[in-house]
Structure formats: C-alpha cells, structure tokens
Nanobody, 120 residues
Framework: QVQLVESGGGLVQAGGSLRLSCAASGITFSQYDMGWYRQAPGKQRELVAGISGGGITNYADSVKGRFTISRDNAKNAVYLQMNSLKPEDTAVYSC??????????????WGQGTQVTVSS
C-alpha cells in the first residue's frame, strides 16, 4: 500500500520559516519525481516545487529564492524548506509522487496535505 504522509505544517508569522516533510512508503522512492503542491481557498492547486529522481529541481516563480526542495532517497523522504513566508503562502500543501514512463507503468500518488497558515 502506497502512502505519502506530510508533516511540519502549522501557524507562523510573516517572515518566519517552516520545514515540511513527506515520508513515502510502498514505492521505489528513487524512481519517482516528487513535488509539493498547494491549494489556497478558492484557488486552483498549483505546483510549488519539484525534484526529479536525479535531483533536478524546479520552482514556481512566486517561491524562488525563498523555498528549497530536497530529497533523501535513503529515508524515502522529500522536504520543503520555506523561508521568508508571506500571508499569500497560506494554503494546504500536498506531496506528490510521479513515476515516469521510462521506469515502467506510470503512476501518480498524493498525500493528504498539511495546512500552512501565515499570519500578517
């Protein structure tokens, strides 16, 4: 059974930091591209940051220079370090795992999400 379990969300003041973690089980973690998405009330879900199995990263323009995504394949975990948080970063943050087709049958999994609230 595949599980993606996020942790680390919470309430923080503007300018503060949080570190989100996503622990994966039931998958060959190194084969998966991992991502963090967020969805604010009344808005569409958007990609915040992604990291390939080989460690290549990409970021939404709105978080470049403030957020850092990383992964630890030995621990089957992906992290999102969020610094200089702004009220507009408030959202439910979800972990996503995608296995590219060159590894075999494509697969996509989602975590349940963790709430991040930034107060002004």
């Amino acid at each position: 059974q595949v599980q993606l379990v996020e942790s680390g969300g919470g309430l923080v003041q503007a300018g503060g930091s949080l570190r989100l973690s996503c622990a994966a089980s039931g998958i060959t973690f190194s084969q998966y591209d991992m991502g963090w998405y967020r969805q604010a009330p009344g808005k569409q879900r958007e990609l915040v940051a992604g990291i390939s199995g080989g460690g290549i990263t990409n970021y939404a323009d709105s978080v470049k220079g403030r957020f850092t995504i990383s992964r630890d394949n030995a621990k089957n975990a992906v992290y999102l370090q969020m610094n200089s948080l702004k009220p507009e970063d408030t959202a439910v943050y979800s972990c996503n795992a995608v296995r590219p087709s060159y590894w075999g049958l494509p697969a996509t999994y989602w975590g349940q999400g963790t709430q991040v609230t930034v107060s002004s």
